[in-house]
Structures are given as C-alpha cells and as structure tokens.
C-alpha cells in the first residue's frame, strides 16, 4: 500500500507545470535588412503575441542601425542581454529561431517607391463635379433629370487624377430605371490614343420641389397659398433646407421681406402673432367649472399657445398667461387663485360654467 501512494505521488510531481506558462515567442530571423536609424526586436524576429505586452515588446529599441551598404552581426543571446539592461521583461515569452542575426544597412542604389499621396481636397471636389454633371446629362435622356438631383459616391485617388486630367468630358453609360437609388454606371475618358475606363456605384436621390415666393412679400406677412408656389430647384445646394410642402407653410408669418422664388425656410417663417406687447388683452382665468374674465396688457408678442406675461390694470402686477386667441389669453388656476384675479383685475365676478349655459 505504502508503495502505490508512493508511485502515484511521483506521477503528480512529474505532470505539475514547470516555471511559467509561456503566453507568447519571439522567433528570431537569420538576417533583416533595415533603412531607419535604430533597429527595434520586431526588425530582428517575429514576435508572436496578441497582449499589450507583447506589442510593446516588439517595438523595443536595440541598437543603432548599420549604415546603408554596410553589414554587421548580433547574437540573440547578446539582444536579450540589452533588453534586460533596458529592463524589458522576457518573461512569458519562448525564445526559438536563428542563434546570430545578420544585419544590412539598407543600399542608396535600392529604389524606393514614394508613398502615393492623397488627391487635394479641391481636386476631388472638381472631380466629383465633372462626373455630376456628366451623369445629370446621361439620366436626362430617360427621365426629367437636373442639377438638383443628388448623386453619392466616392473616388479613389487614381480616379480623382484620371478625372481631372482628361481633357475630353466623362462618356456615361448605365444605370436602370426608375433611374434613383442604388446604380451603377460606367465612365470612359481619353481619346483615340488612350481611353481610360471605371466603373461607379452611385446612389441616386430625384430633385424634389421645394416652396418659394409666388411674388416679392414684405415682412409679418401672414402667408396664404397665394403667396406661394412649388418650383423644382436649379442646383442641388438651392434646395438645402427648403420647406417642401405647402401646408407647412400656409398660415405662417414671415419674418423678413421675401422676393419672388426665394425658397422658403423654417428660419424665415414663424407662427402668426395673436398678441402684440402693449396691447390690451381679454384674460380668461379658469378652474373646474368656473372663469374670469378681465383685462391686462401683455408685456410681450406672442403666438398661439406662447407663454407671455401680463400686466394687471388695477395694481400693475404681473402673472404669466398662455395666447389662447386674437388679444386673449388664460390662466389656469385653482378657484382662490382666479378670484383673486378677479378682485385685483377689476374683472367679472366668479360664473360657473352650468350658470352660463343657461
């Protein structure tokens, strides 16, 4: 018995884990070739690790790097010492490949490609232009296409330089009917010598009317239909923020002078004025089953259902009152409350509503 719990312990002693367990490795190469200034662990192996550990390891600095055209050597062994001296952790990494790395300084004579640089913003606004009014022609022969028509797409830079430095107009081809939505057309641009081809997935948005002035209107004109008529705008920008349904504009008053066809906003337009400041005003003060009605002077302009303040004629208090029609107001209140209005206003004595009825 003794001999078995001996045998079984020696098993648990064997399979237990030994030293850390190994979360990531650094894999050295037998040479790299390099053209920055200093070499750094990631320019010497692959170093295998998805923790941020890892990722700032790989980005150690070593040691400067050789000139270009030159070569030099370096153990890794001799890597791992500089890091511990710069007192980054190897810990939990397994170290394998090449024992002795070369290092080449990158050569002067080796071509290097520039960087591809972006298309300036001017550019592709003249590009994306060429294209818009190439397509708003094209869709013109199928359906009532104008500039106001909205086209979304994007270009590569290549296509951006192709577009602009063709000097012939973009040839357009597809595209299906109803003509909006997502499409996709085909652009040629060149000459006999050399044509140049691509193809565009263009969402297109049909032109809607927008409301504008049927004649030139002053201001606080309160506008009736009219005033006013639906007109398909001339460009695209002309149309941004424009009103684009009549009953959203009739009955409101403008807030500037307008001339005709000016496309009609939110901003120009407000609700019509029931209440003008200094004006004398019915106020109606009411509670479950009774009113008052009595006079004041409203302190400031107001539209139906604006809260406005108003002036009481008997002892010039004022109290706030909601625009409830053409120079009246009202108050809701509890019975104390609108008796006392009454007596402070000079106003009607408390009526009930079953009173007045009959």
């Known amino acids: 018995m003794r001999q078995v719990v001996h045998v079984t312990g020696l098993l648990v002693i064997c399979l237990a884990p030994i030293g850390p367990v190994e979360s990531g490795e650094v894999r050295f190469r ?10 750094r662990l990631d320019d010497l192996a692959e170093v295998i690790g998805d923790d941020d550990a890892t990722r700032q390891l790989a980005k150690a600095e070593i040691m400067p790097a050789p000139a270009a055209g030159e070569k030099a050597a370096i153990s890794a062994q001799e890597v791992c010492d500089r890091l511990r001296l710069k007192g980054v952790s190897l810990a939990g990494h397994a170290i394998s490949g090449a024992s002795r790395i ?20 001017t550019l592709r606004r003249q590009a994306e232009a060429r294209l818009t009014g190439a397509m708003v022609e094209h869709l013109s022969q199928f359906t009532a296409a104008t500039p106001a028509w909205s086209f979304r797409f994007e270009l590569s830079d290549e296509q951006v330089r192709t577009v602009c430095g063709a000097s012939v107009k973009p040839k357009v081809t597809g595209g299906t009917s109803p003509w909006t939505g997502p499409q996709r ?8 010598m050399e044509v ?13 009317p927008i409301v504008v002035a049927a004649r030139a209107l002053g201001r606080g004109v309160v506008l009736s239909r009219a005033d006013l008529r639906l007109e398909t705008p001339a460009t695209a920008n002309a149309a941004t923020d424009a009103l684009v349904r009549l009953e959203d504009v009739v009955g409101r008053e403008t807030l500037q002078t307008l001339s005709e066809g000016q496309s009609l906003t939110a901003a120009l337009l407000q609700a019509p004025l029931l209440v003008r400041g200094r004006d004398i005003v019915t106020v109606f003060a009411r509670c479950p089953g009774v009113r008052v009605r009595t006079t004041g002077r409203a302190l400031e302009d107001g539209a139906l259902g604006a809260l406005v303040t108003i002036e009481s004629l008997a002892d010039r208090k004022s109290f706030f009152a909601r625009v409830c029609g053409p120079q009246e107001v009202e108050v809701f209140a509890g019975a104390g409350q609108a ?20």
């Open 30 to 39: 037998a040479a790299c070739t390099t053209a920055g200034s200093l070499i």
């Open 102 to 121: 070369l290092l080449a300084g990158e050569s002067p004579s080796t071509p290097v490609s520039p960087k591809p640089t972006r298309a300036p913003d």
């Open 185 to 192: 057309f085909q652009f040629s641009l060149g000459d006999a």
């Open 196 to 208: 140049r081809q691509f193809e565009l997935a263009v969402e297109v948005s049909a032109a809607q």
């Open 339 to 358: 008796a006392a209005i009454a007596r402070t206003s000079g106003g009607d004595k408390l009526q009930s509503v079953s009173t007045r009825a009959k």
